[in-house]
């Protein structure tokens, strides 16, 4: 469970510290280059640690015996029904939001800390959001085998359709966090950067305020309903398409803006 994040995050900090350091390295070859292209090998190494994270704590649950199954992923299936008390606590919308979104911004912020002191940090919150990711759908194709459909089906049905349920408010929140430990990162690296230290600070910023506002549209998706919150994804997708797609003008002086 927690453990099991803590040591994978342990066992990358090495590798995740060459690639940020790698990173800071490059800054000076990658000029007039989107933002995220400057740093799309962490950004294609975060994806696949979180995907594939996803994928090998989901087969875990498939494969565990029942017991087993209900120790190793005991933590997160508490995580799941304290989420889901705190989701049905509060019967004012605008209330739920703003302890969601205060909720999520701690959570933000320890990921930039941790991914800045020690460099595989956001692998820690990751891989703890994938697990429990994980245990959600698992728990949901487990309810539908317990319903009567056949365990092969409702592994097969049940986990996608519980990824998908959870999708709206889900992929801003990670992304938020992606971001975040994105920020960290490359923050941490560029201290030893003195040429470009200022262009990686910069970096550093954008991530972290776009991580943010992930995470501000997620807890307004979250506690919202219907038609705003269905609004609210479309244009946060938009918006992560402007910023992906957007290109890098580079001034004479050295400045930058996306």
């Known amino acids: 469970s927690v453990l099991v994040c803590a040591i994978l995050a ?7 510290f060459s690639l940020f350091a790698s990173e800071g390295a490059k800054e000076s070859q990658t000029n007039g280059r989107n933002i995220l292209s400057r740093h799309s090998s962490v950004i ?7 995907l594939g ?19 190793t992923f005991a933590k997160q299936t508490e995580e799941i029904a304290r989420l889901s008390t705190f989701l049905t606590g509060s019967a004012i919308r605008s209330d739920l939001a703003r302890l969601i979104f205060a909720n ?18 956001a692998a820690l919150i990751l891989g703890w959001n994938a697990s429990v990711i994980a245990t959600y759908a698992g728990l949901y194709a487990t309810s539908l085998a317990a319903k009567g459909y056949p365990e092969l089906a409702a592994y097969a049905v049940g986990i996608p359709q519980a990824l998908l349920s959870i999708s709206m408010h889900g992929i801003p929140e990670i992304f938020g966090y992606f971001f975040a ?4 990162g490359i923050l941490s690296a560029g201290l030893a950067s003195n040429k470009q230290f200022r262009k990686i600070l910069v970096d550093a910023l954008i991530f972290l305020g776009v991580g943010e506002f992930s995470i501000f549209v997620g807890a307004f998706i979250e506690s919202g309903s219907g038609i705003f919150a269905l609004i609210a994804f479309i244009a946060y997708l938009v918006f992560v398409s402007v910023f992906v797609f957007s290109p890098t003008i580079e001034k004479q002086t050295g400045e930058f803006k996306l």
């Not at 342990?10 to 995740?16: H, T, W």
């Not at 430990?181 to 960290?184: E, F, I, R, T, V």
Request: proline share 4%; aromatic share 22%; glycine share 10%.
């Open 10 to 16: 342990a066992f990358l900090a090495p590798f995740f």
């Open 44 to 50: 294609e190494i975060y994806g696949a640690f979180f």
């Open 53 to 71: 994270s996803i994928l090998a704590f989901s087969l875990a649950y498939v494969a565990f015996p029942k017991d087993l199954r209900a120790m």
């Open 104 to 121: 999520n911004t701690l959570v933000l912020l320890t990921t930039f800390l941790l991914s800045f002191l020690f460099g595989a940090g």
């Open 181 to 184: 430990g994105l920020a960290g």
